[in-house]
């Protein structure tokens, strides 16, 4: 079964840093990658997909991901954060190779902090 | 349009009691799922429906059954409330296999069971 790892709970960072939520997902031939964000008492929100094509894909607020197929990676990165991009991130993936695109499987989410 | 939506958004259940979370969504989307999140757990899936008439079990389905008679509503039902089923509950719906596109996600409900 496919499995996702968001190695960081936490990231606390400053405004106008950089950060970096990393996503790690078990090996397979054929995924399709989405980046989520829940923000307090909310529903969670597509961020951005990688579906095919580019492995850089820009989502929405400024983020934009790489899709790495030799690492098994999708890391999430933003040049510069603002307060209102405190929110909880979430990796999911989805396995077309075992028939799995009707549904997702998600990591456990990394909590961003934005301080001033 | 209301996206989807899910009501109760709070509720407090006894230990053996049921309940029917009800979730609804206006965007005519064959594709509709039930989530539990924990804290540092992520989202599980619970059930799945794929069309009217047709569900699926995903990760965590026991203590939960649902139905899908028409295309707007996916509720869950709790026969027998247990303190382990305390969580946030939510729904989603997609226009396609939710695993290939965006999955549009209701508020929540938050469920506890004392």
């Known amino acids: 079964a496919q499995s996702v790892t968001q190695l960081d709970s936490q990231v606390p960072v400053f405004e106008e840093a950089p950060v970096e939520l990393r996503c790690n997902y078990s090996?397979?031939?054929?995924?399709?990658l989405f980046w989520y964000v829940q923000y307090p008492n909310q529903g969670l929100q597509l961020l951005l997909k990688y579906l095919s094509g580019s492995t850089l894909v820009k989502g929405i607020n400024g983020f934009e991901a790489e899709f790495n197929k030799s690492q098994t990676s999708f890391h999430l990165r933003k040049p510069s954060v603002h307060i209102s991009d405190t929110a909880e991130y979430f990796c999911?993936?989805?396995?077309?190779?075992?028939?799995?695109?009707?549904?997702?499987?998600f990591g456990t989410g990394t909590q961003l902090k934005v301080e001033l | 349009n209301a996206g989807v939506t899910q009501t109760p958004k709070f509720r407090i259940l006894k230990i053996g009691q049921s309940m029917t979370l009800q979730c609804a969504q206006d965007m005519n989307h064959n594709y509709m799922y039930w989530y539990r999140q924990d804290p540092g757990m992520g989202l599980k899936l619970i059930y799945y429906?794929?069309?009217?008439?047709?569900?699926d079990k995903g990760e965590v389905p026991n203590g939960y059954n649902v139905s899908r008679s028409t295309t707007e509503d996916f509720p869950l039902r709790l026969e027998l409330a247990a303190p382990s089923q305390t969580s946030v509950y939510f729904c989603a719906s997609s226009s396609v296999a939710g695993g290939t596109d965006t999955q549009y996600f209701g508020p929540g409900t938050r469920l506890t069971v004392l």
């Open positions: 429906s794929v069309g009217a008439g047709i569900t």
């Open positions: 999911a993936v989805s396995d077309l190779t075992t028939g799995g695109g009707n549904k997702l499987t």
């Open positions: 090996s397979s031939v054929s995924v399709y």
